[in-house]
């Protein structure tokens, strides 16, 4: 054989770019096409092999004597002679040829293997899930096991030389646009330990029968080295109320990482995964709240947590002594912590997460007060109730959704009143429009908390517009409109135009006043012949005045008319 075998676009552990592999007899190396970090491994470091088929055609997978796996695909049916004929010779192991299941059941037999969780149906291998890929496990149920996969970085090439590996956690699952990160196990029955280790278990495995998901989970704990034992935790608080997610958890503190240990999840967080820490004060003067910012986020099922919220009473103190040497106090952390503590609980916690995540710790803007001289803002996002607090470059809306708005990407504010609403003229909303990406609402927020926030926003440089003041300003002018109207009707009052029936009534009155002086003129004027000397001209005159009172009875309803009918038609009778 040549001094060198080489092997064209070959994958490293699923790398979305392909590169070059080289056999050597001192082991073997791989380079991506473009450049980038070289991956190699030493002949010494090589356990054993298995050649199966993959997503790329075929694949040789080398388990390292320290149970890491190093994963090569891409290679052609024809390259598995020239492959077996140099790791024989070279390596003196037998490259193993291997078939997977092909009929695409999902009913089947787990076995734990030295670096992989195997799904094995009719006895050969459907699937593989490397331990270093699983982030997290779960009893889901009395029968049902979660496992979550480790996300993938994007700017991952495949190679991980700095640490002397193929790989870290999570490059397996980066391989496409798509990713899986969690699957469940439906596992029923009961079953021993050394049934679910297979060839792993020891000979001193427990034979008494157990449930056979916790088994299960216990096994992968174990494997995939999820969980710290309880002796290396730094600290330990018992029963911390949480609101986001709800419940509680017991709060274990490593070195690296932190763990969430509830009575139905557990989760492991690195302090990587730490970018905010908020300690915020409840308006209600008793608690305090703890916001933690998480990316990548924590998941529960379908859901996910980009905040971890908790909260502690602000009388509750606790005692704790670190599990630290004064040596490692001075030199690893600096003087960052103290070997005791005795303060409140949300203190306590916050200090150690300080001092062992190295996080800043982020509280709400002196420059801002409500009008009971609070920081927090009683308010909703949607139907959702909570707290809303300005910090010195963000908002931060607490518990439920957690919701955290930086002012840089704050593209305006507006002040508004939903229009209609019972407590509108006490209440009001503010918009949050975003320079990318969609707005926020905050409702129902107290009137009296207005000014306040007004002159926090123009402090901090943001753009506001006051529909609130806009809005009472037009209806104050458009109510001092409708009172002017009102005294202009009441000045106007006294002389005004009441229609119809005043008309009639001073048409009668004149009518009824001409007529009745011309009448009493004709009729009790002293110079008015009253004897019968001209009968005929008294005659037409008697006719005449028959006729005018008949028109006077039609005309008019005074009272005196009436007394004076009948003495007239008496007077004309003599």
């Given at each position: 054989m040549a001094a060198i075998e080489q092997f064209d676009n070959i994958h490293l552990d699923l790398s979305k770019e392909s590169?070059?592999?080289?056999?050597?007899?001192?082991?073997?190396?791989?380079?991506?096409s473009s450049g980038g970090n070289t991956f190699t491994l030493d002949r010494g470091d090589i356990a054993s092999a298995q050649w199966s088929r993959a997503s790329k055609g075929f694949e040789t997978k080398i388990l390292k004597r320290s149970s890491e796996l190093v994963l090569l695909d891409g290679f052609q049916q024809e390259d598995f002679e020239r492959l077996s004929k140099l790791f024989k010779l070279w390596y003196s192991i037998n490259l193993e040829?291997?078939?997977h299941a092909l009929r695409g059941w999902n009913w089947g037999k787990t076995e734990f293997s030295k670096a992989e969780l195997v799904f094995n149906v009719q006895n050969k291998p459907a699937f593989e899930i490397p331990y270093t890929e699983i982030s997290n496990t779960n009893l889901a149920g009395r029968n049902e096991v979660s496992v979550e996969f480790t996300p993938s970085n994007e700017d991952d090439t495949g190679t991980n030389g700095h640490l002397g590996g193929a790989r870290g956690r999570g490059k397996k699952s980066g391989a496409g646009k798509d990713q899986l990160v969690e699957m469940r196990f439906y596992i029923p029955g009961t079953t021993t330990r050394k049934e679910t280790e297979g060839e792993e278990a020891g000979s001193d495995a427990e034979q008494e029968e157990k449930n056979a998901a916790t088994l299960f989970y216990e096994t992968l704990m174990d494997k995939a080295e999820i969980g710290e034992t309880a002796g290396d935790a730094i600290a330990t608080f018992l029963e911390v109320l949480h609101l986001t997610p709800r419940g509680r958890f017991d709060i274990d503190m490593y070195e690296a990482s932190f763990r969430l240990r509830g009575k139905t999840y557990d989760y492991k967080i690195q302090y990587d995964a730490i970018k905010k820490f908020m300690v915020l004060p409840k308006p209600d003067e008793l608690h305090f709240m703890l916001c933690i910012g998480l990316d990548p986020p924590l998941r529960q099922g379908q859901t996910r947590y980009p905040f971890v919220v908790m909260q502690a009473k602000k009388d509750e103190e606790v005692t704790i002594d670190l599990n630290l040497t004064d040596e490692e106090l001075s030199k690893k952390y600096n003087g960052k912590l103290d070997a005791h503590y005795e303060q409140p609980l949300h203190q306590v916690i916050t200090y150690i997460f300080k001092g062992l995540a190295n996080k800043k710790i982020t509280s709400p803007a002196k420059d801002f007060m409500t009008h009971r001289q609070q920081y927090g803002i009683k308010c909703s996002i949607k139907a959702a109730e909570g707290?809303?607090?300005?910090?010195?470059?963000?908002f931060m809306f607490v518990p439920k959704p957690a919701t955290y708005i930086s002012y840089d990407q704050t593209a305006s504010i507006t002040f508004s009143r939903v229009s209609g609403a019972v407590s509108a003229l006490s209440t009001f909303d503010i918009q949050v429009g975003m320079k990318s990406g969609p707005s926020h609402q905050f409702s129902n927020i107290n009137r009296e908390d207005l000014k306040a926030l007004e002159d926090f926003f123009k402090l901090k440089g943001l753009r506001v517009k006051n529909e609130v003041d806009e809005e009472a300003n037009l209806l104050a002018a458009a109510l001092?409109?409708?009172?002017m109207d009102d005294s202009e009707e009441e000045v106007v009052g006294a002389g005004a135009d009441r229609g119809s029936a005043d008309e009639d009534e001073e048409s009668v009155d004149e009518d009824f006043r001409a007529e009745s002086e011309s009448d009493v003129a004709e009729e009790y004027d002293s110079e008015h012949e009253s004897d019968g000397s001209g009968s005929d001209e008294s005659g037409v005159d008697d006719e005449e005045d028959g006729n005018e009172d008949e028109d006077e009875d039609m005309a008019d309803d005074d009272e005196e008319e009436e007394e004076e009918k009948p003495k007239t038609k008496k007077q004309k009778t003599k």
């Open positions: 590169g070059k592999c080289r056999f050597a007899e001192n082991g073997l190396g791989w380079k991506p040829s291997k078939e707290f809303l607090y300005c910090l010195e470059k963000a001092r409109d409708e009172v």
